[in-house]
C-alpha cells in the first residue's frame, strides 16, 4: 500500500509524523514487515529522534550552527535555501521502520520527525507498507 500525508510545517520547525505513519500502518493492514518514509523535499528532511523535551530544539539549533544560513554558499539562492539543501543531505531524505504484529519497532522515547529547513510550507511525505516475506 502506498499513501501519502501532506501537513502545514513552521519555520525551521519540527513536525511530530509518528501517529499519521502509525495510522498509515494500520490502514495498510501490515502486520509484519517494514515501512518506508520518503521525503521528496529538497529544504527537508525525515529521520527517528528522541521524543524527549527540548530535543528538536537543540537538534536544530546544532544544524544551524554547523550550517548557518549566508551567502557562503556556491549555489545560493537564498541564505536559507542553501543552507536548507546541506541540511537536508546530511540528515536524509528516507527512513524505514520495522513492523512487527502490526506495531512501529520505533523503540522507547523516539518518535518519526519531519525537519523543515526553510517554511512555513505545505508538505509532504510518501508512505509505502512493505510486507516480509517469509
Known amino acids: 500500500m502506498y ?4 501537513f502545514n510545517t513552521t519555520y525551521n520547525g519540527v513536525t511530530d509524523i509518528t ?40 537538534f536544530m539549533l546544532e544544524l544551524d550552527k554547523m550550517f548557518p544560513a549566508t551567502n557562503a554558499y556556491h549555489h545560493v539562492e537564498t541564505p536559507f535555501d ?3 539543501h546541506v541540511k537536508t543531505a ?22 518519526i520527525l519531519f525537519y523543515e529547513f526553510d517554511g512555513p510550507r505545505m508538505r509532504k511525505v510518501q508512505l509505502k507498507a512493505v510486507a516480509a516475506v517469509h
Open 3 to 6: 499513501s501519502t500525508y501532506r
Open 19 to 58: 501517529e499519521p505513519v502509525r495510522e498509515f500502518v494500520k490502514q495498510s493492514g501490515l502486520k509484519n514487515g517494514f515501512v518506508i518514509v520518503h521525503d521528496p523535499h529538497t529544504t527537508a528532511s525525515v529521520g527517528v529522534g528522541s521524543s524527549e523535551k527540548g530535543f528538536n530544539e537543540d
Open 82 to 84: 542553501a543552507a536548507g
Open 90 to 111: 546530511i540528515v536524509g531524505c528516507n527512513i524505514s521502520v520495522i513492523v512487527k504484529d502490526g506495531e512501529l519497532l520505533l523503540g522507547e522515547g523516539k518518535s
